[in-house]
Structure formats: C-alpha cells, structure tokens
C-alpha cells in the first residue's frame, strides 16, 4: 500500500507561480510512472505531468514550458513546479503513482488562479 499527500495549492494571480508537493508514505521503488493530474469544475481529470521509469517525462500541451515534474527518492516525494499560471489552470491537482500494476491517488490539492 501507497498513501500520497499532496501540498502547496492556494491562491494565486495570473503569471504566478505554485510549488506543489506530493508526500508517499512508502517508497518510489518499481513505480512505473508517478505524476499529476488535474480536473477542473465540470471536467474530465486530466494528465499534467508524469515521470516515467528510466525518468522520461511528458507533459500536457497546455502546460509545456511552464511546469516541471520532479522526485526526490531520498524523501519519497513528487513535486510540481507550476509558472505562468493561468486562470485555465485552475483546477484540483491529484497525484499519481503506478506501482506493481496498482494505482494510488492522493486527496487532492486546490489551485486557483484568479485575480
């Protein structure tokens, strides 16, 4: 079993930039992808970033060039660095992990980009 506690969403202005930050209670080790996801008010959830085993990362279109994906085995923790936010950026962020074949979700994190 993997629990995920994300962190770091809030408030914050157009052009602006959120550090989220994504917790596991167990180790990283054999994840075949770990990542975030976003779903917005009446909106499929959908993939942000992920970084994939041997440490290939995608990203959302809409999002290339303004967020960056990152782990810290050591601290077993996933971040997302998110600049340039937009209003469409609003949304709840989830974490994801992949691991043995099972998927582990965290609560959720809310972000909003509003002025």
């Known amino acids: 079993q993997l629990q995920l506690v994300e962190s770091g969403g809030g408030l914050v202005q157009p052009g602006g930039s959120l550090r989220l930050s994504c917790a596991a209670s167990?180790?990283?080790?054999?994840?075949?992808?770990m990542g975030w996801y976003r779903q917005a008010p009446g909106k499929q959830r959908e993939l942000v970033a992920v970084i994939r085993s041997g440490g290939i990362t995608n990203y959302a279109d809409s999002v290339k060039g303004r967020f960056t994906i990152s782990k810290d085995n050591a601290k077993n923790t996933i971040y997302l660095q998110m600049n340039s936010l937009k209003p469409e950026d609003t949304a709840a962020y989830y974490c994801?992990?992949?691991?043995?074949?099972?998927?582990?979700w965290g609560e959720g994190t809310l972000v909003t980009v509003s002025s």
């Open positions: 994801h992990v992949n691991r043995y074949a099972m998927d582990y």
């Open positions: 167990g180790s990283f080790y054999r994840a075949n992808a």
